[in-house]
């Protein structure tokens, strides 16, 4: 058996796997420890407002989206109108399901970090590139466009989440961690696709689906006119100016964002994006 056919057996059972996984609708996984320690730190502030209790929860990618599928239950949404960003559904819950929540899914988090942590860096990398997407999203949107910035913010914290649930579904295949550029190579294909299925339980927006999936592809639109315009223009600012550390024999295309309108937005903008990076990572 050839070393082409071996690594293709090794991804096709790896994926085969996750496929299984994901199709039994009990999705929970580790992203990164940091995030979900420094939520539950800001979480024991009893004066805590909604605008910091927003920002504190959207340090840890998979929080936000459980919280707004519970805004979105029949329970909490009889209206049926549906909210699509981090602070509408805080308001709509209330600071105890939040809580509550947090709570939850910290212990689910902390007890399952041993999954992610022989891939520390990579999830490090993961989470402050999120940030920094989210973060560049929101300023994008609300300087160039009439979309509603918050939920560019969570669809640009959300948008490579497929990358942590890869990360911690390959600690339990010992071939793949031996073959970092194969896992590699694997997770740059198919995370954005993983991303949607994952985020597709949580009832999300199409609008945010869409940016999940093809935000690594789209065209690079600006002005943009759609979410998933605003996520492929701050994923490639955002992988322009912190590429991620691939090992040396890995080739990857980093496709420039060249337009000086852009450009210039950022510029003037640089001090906002500091300030709310600052506040995502506490």
């Known amino acids: ?72 239950s029949v329970a909490l949404n009889p209206g049926g109108k549906a909210v699509t960003d981090v602070r509408s559904a805080v308001m709509r819950v209330g600071h105890d399901i939040v809580r509550s929540t947090a709570v939850t899914l910290a212990m689910e988090q902390l007890k399952a970090a041993k999954d992610v942590q022989v891939f520390h860096e990579q999830a490090e990398w993961s989470w402050r590139h999120s940030l920094e997407v989210a973060a560049i999203a929101y300023v994008i949107t609300r300087k160039s466009s009439r979309l509603n910035p918050d939920e560019a913010l969570f669809a640009g914290l959300v948008h490579d989440i497929g990358r942590f649930y890869l990360l911690s579904r390959a600690s339990a295949y010992p071939e ?4 970092p550029d194969e896992l590699d190579a694997l997770i740059q294909e198919w995370h954005a696709s993983i991303g949607q299925a994952v985020l597709h339980e949580f009832e999300l927006s199409e609008a945010t689906l869409r940016a999940v999936s093809e935000h690594e592809h789209h065209p690079a639109v600006y002005p943009p006119r759609q979410l998933v315009d605003v996520i492929t223009l701050a994923n490639r600012v955002a992988v322009q100016a912190n590429p991620p550390r691939y090992p040396s024999h890995v080739e990857r295309d980093i496709v420039p964002v060249d337009n000086p309108g852009l450009a210039q937005s950022l510029t003037e903008s640089a001090e906002e994006i500091r300030a709310l990076l600052t506040a995502l990572r506490g």
């Open 176 to 179: 793949l961690v031996n073959h």
């Open 1 to 72: 058996m050839t070393d082409a056919t071996t690594s293709g057996q090794r991804a096709y059972e790896f994926l085969k796997a996750l496929a299984s996984d994901l199709s039994s609708k009990q999705i929970s996984f580790p992203t990164f420890t940091g995030a979900t320690i420094r939520v539950r730190t800001a979480l024991a502030d009893p004066a805590i407002d909604v605008e910091r209790l927003a920002r504190a929860i959207s340090a840890e990618p998979l929080l936000p989206a459980r919280l707004i599928h519970i805004a979105n």
